[in-house]
């Protein structure tokens, strides 16, 4: 029985382990604010992976996130079908700049509230509720997604 309830614990513990959050094949960054406050993140670039972002995670460490990326300028909406977790999202425009946040609660049932930046933005950075406001980071403050180990 003792042996049953430890293997049972440690697959509970690898499941929600940083490395069983999110997909293994997407790219992954960092997201530098203001120049010091760094989150790393994976980068959600196609719509496959923009549609499905943080969706059934469980757990995000204390300094992980998603960068969604778009090709150019848009005004998508965020929301939060089928996320288990509280998020905040900034929304970086064209010239780097933060343009908004946003604080997210999960949602599980329709019709789900939608969360809009200020103005068109070409990346949207998700992490744990309140990250941003915890960093200082507000609208007018510089971003920059460096990809790779970052």
Same mark, same amino acid.
């Given at each position: 029985m003792v042996r049953w309830l430890s293997i *049972?614990?440690?697959?509970?513990? &690898? @499941?929600s382990s940083h490395t069983g959050t999110q997909p293994a094949s997407? &790219?992954? %960054?960092s997201v530098v604010f203001g120049g010091t406050d760094r989150l790393h993140v994976r980068i959600a670039e196609t719509e496959q992976e923009r549609q499905t972002g943080l969706m059934n995670v469980m757990a995000l460490a204390p300094d992980d996130g998603m960068a969604f990326v778009f090709d150019g300028?848009? *005004?998508t909406s965020f929301w939060m079908r089928d996320t288990l977790i509280p998020l905040s999202v900034a929304f970086v425009g064209q010239d780097g700049r933060v343009v908004s946040t946003s604080d997210m609660q999960p949602c599980e049932a329709?019709? @789900?509230p939608t969360y809009a930046a200020s103005e068109p933005y070409t990346l949207a950075v998700e992490a744990n509720l309140g990250w941003f406001a915890?960093? %200082?980071? &507000? &609208? %007018?403050d510089r971003a920059r997604l460096e990809r790779g180990d970052g």
């Open positions: *049972t614990l440690l697959l509970l513990i &690898a @499941c997407m &790219a992954q %960054g300028p848009v *005004t329709d019709p @789900c915890d960093h %200082g980071i &507000a &609208a %007018g």
